[in-house]
């Protein structure tokens, strides 16, 4: 073998696989999850704790088999796990709850009157007023300190910039074919959103009991959230580039002050790279602040950053840690702030001071990605030190649960038990290889199917992420479970490039991907082989978006895999890098420069450059919306596959973008043809 396993042996393998055999003898003798167990999952998303520390709303967000989409509704249950019950539901979605200051009121929005629109119930009644009646969806709201305004983003439209004024005036009943659509921007279109229409997020205040909403932000640049309000109510703190080539500065932005009154807006950072998501103290004296000096690397790890209001005194809190830094929330005496950050494929929490100490707390955030095993997860900090987060675990989407200030944690929900407590799902345990390219470590993670015995042999799958800057982990999959319980063992893991492993992890591949990670998983699929319960001739491979690109590449390197699946690939990086979204910053950022200018370079990293090795049957699968990794690349391989013979098929998922687990259909859409098609080459279904 390649890699060289790190603290197993195989003794050791066979008594964990006894502990984990259940009673059955066989997966048939027991109940495992199905396909249409997809319409039944349920997470928890968004909590909000009261300001009387007391109880919080969240989203409990399920799966709509009517509409094929993901419902939210709101729940209330109070910290000691007591008194989980619906706060509103119904057929349309609720989101973004959001406490007045006193927590007498509660901000939303929904849908639920045709439109989405802003609202606020009174918590102690339960009335309810509709405070907009706006064209576009309202975003990132935000109370004002005294609870009379709400701040909110939305776009805007624009007028067209079309040239031509003198089109014909179409007859009445005429059925032409329609106005030209005139493109003059360098961001026109984006992955799940389509082609953009002239305009701009702007932000904007209503009176929180119904009124006209008055924008206060200008020009011609996007203003993004979160929103804060200044203590004394004057100003809001938000983060743009309201530089004229922002367009061309995919990563650049910096922390604004805007002035409520007059929307003058005064910059508060100016270092070359992008500041982003300001959140004020509770005293109001300090600004925190997400960012990182532009290197023009591939992967850069944002750091967390504090600095007067005015802008002054700027002060780096985790630069000693080498992981990027999220989802940032101050402690209530405003002495230090809550963050999170991906660790070993896992999301955590952390804490820092004003001093720069940095306490990592034993939590483990997750269960929020239900097509595949991705870091996830969200939490609320109680403000006498206790912090609500969503629990996750292998084996569920995410609970609600809570911990201490000594550490121990108390579950909150179970919304899945009635789906899962009577069926055996796969058992999921780590694995650690040695790098066969420079001794590093790479950990991986396998799901054992349902039933499973170390004596037999089973087939494969190693199911690779995207990317490729991200982060597998031991976390919840629907489409791992799913493929686990069709007989199969499945691996996954994160080699080099991946993040959650330090920065320069990560730019391993920085202008050199794909590489040496295809070493990597390579050494990764010997390390399960010589546990021994793997069939060396039933081995298969998929992977989707950077997982695609590497997939495709392992197939034009070795023969051996029985099948393979591509999904949502780059093949050509020279077409890719002039007909994805997001152009303007894969050429600055993954690339060497520009395209015309390093062909050789990218076509020696393009997987149709090793097109002509493939022997492998494989599949092609993409949304037929896809913007990021367009269709076009899916075409392009499918063809030469085509061209040279090799037993190939092209999947188009329908009303789809980069996104295919959006709609839950899709995800069975995605998860069933990959698995038809490995089962149309898997040679020992008769064993099974």
Known sequence: MKGKLIGISMPAVVALAATITTLASTASEQLVVDYKDVFQLEYAASPQVSPDNKTLIYERRSMDIMGDNTRSSLWQINLDGSGNRPLLSGKASFRSPTFSPKGKRLAYTSAHDGSNQLYVRYLDNGQTVRVTNLQDSPGALSWSPDGKYIAFSMFTPGKSNSLFKDMPKQPEGAKWAGTATYIDTTNYRNDGGGYVAPGFNHIYVVPSEGGSPRQISKGDFHHNGPINWSKDGKQLIIDADLDENWQLRPRETDVYAINVIDGEATQLTTRKGPDFQPLISPNGKYIAYLGFEDKKLSSQNAS?????????????????????????????????????????????????????????????????????????????????????????????????????????????????????????????????????????????????????????????????????????????????????????????????????????????????????????????????????????????????????????????????????????????????????????????????????????????????????????????????????????????????????????????????????????????????????????????????
């Open 304 to 688: 967390l950053s504090v600095m007067t209001i005015d802008g002054k005194n700027n002060k780096e809190l985790t630069a000693a840690l080498d992981r990027s830094v999220g989802n940032i929330q101050w402690h209530d005496d405003g002495k230090g702030l809550y963050f999170t950050f991906t660790d070993h494929g896992q999301q955590q929490l952390g804490f820092v001071d004003f001093h720069g100490k940095i306490t990592k707390m034993k939590t483990k955030l997750g269960g929020q990605s239900l097509g595949r095993p991705y870091s996830s997860g969200d939490y609320q900090a109680v403000g006498d030190g206790r912090v609500v987060f969503t629990q996750g675990k292998p084996n569920r989407p995410a609970d609600l649960a809570i911990v201490n200030t000594k550490g121990d944690i108390t579950k909150l929900t179970s919304l899945n038990e009635d789906l899962f407590a009577h069926k055996t799902l796969a058992k999921v345990r780590s694995l650690t290889v040695i790098s066969s390219v420079d001794e590093k470590p790479i950990e991986a993670w396998i799901a054992l199917p349902p039933g499973f015995d170390p004596e037999k042999k089973y087939p494969l799958i190693l199911e690779i992420h995207g990317g490729p800057h991200a982060a597998y982990g031991p976390n919840f999959s629907m489409e791992v479970q799913l493929m686990a319980a069709k007989g199969y063992v499945v691996v996954w893991a994160n080699p080099r490039g991946s993040t959650s492993y330090g920065e320069d992890f990560a730019n391993l591949i920085h202008h050199n991907y794909p590489s040496q990670d295809y070493n990597d998983l390579m050494d990764v699929v010997d390390g399960v082989i010589e546990e021994g319960y793997v069939d060396e001739q039933q081995l298969f491979v998929t992977g989707g978006s950077g997982g695609g690109t590497l997939t495709s590449w392992i197939i034009g390197k070795t023969e051996r895999f029985k099948a393979a699946v591509v999904a949502k690939p780059v093949i050509n990086w020279m077409s890719f890098s002039l007909t994805a979204d997001g152009y303007a910053y894969f050429t600055q950022y993954w690339m060497p420069g520009m395209p015309w200018d390093h062909a050789e370079h990218l076509w020696k990293h393009s997987p149709l450059s090793l097109v002509g090795n493939v022997v492998t049957p494989t599949m092609l699968l993409t949304g037929e919306n896809d913007y990021r990794t367009p269709m076009s690349e899916t075409e392009q391989y499918y063809q030469a596959l085509q061209l040279q013979g090799i037993d190939s098929a092209m999947v188009k998922i329908k009303k789809s973008g980069h996104g295919i687990a959006n709609r839950p259909s899709n995800l069975i859409q995605k998860v069933g043809n990959i698995m038809a098609w490995f089962e149309k080459y898997r040679t020992d279904k008769a064993e099974q």
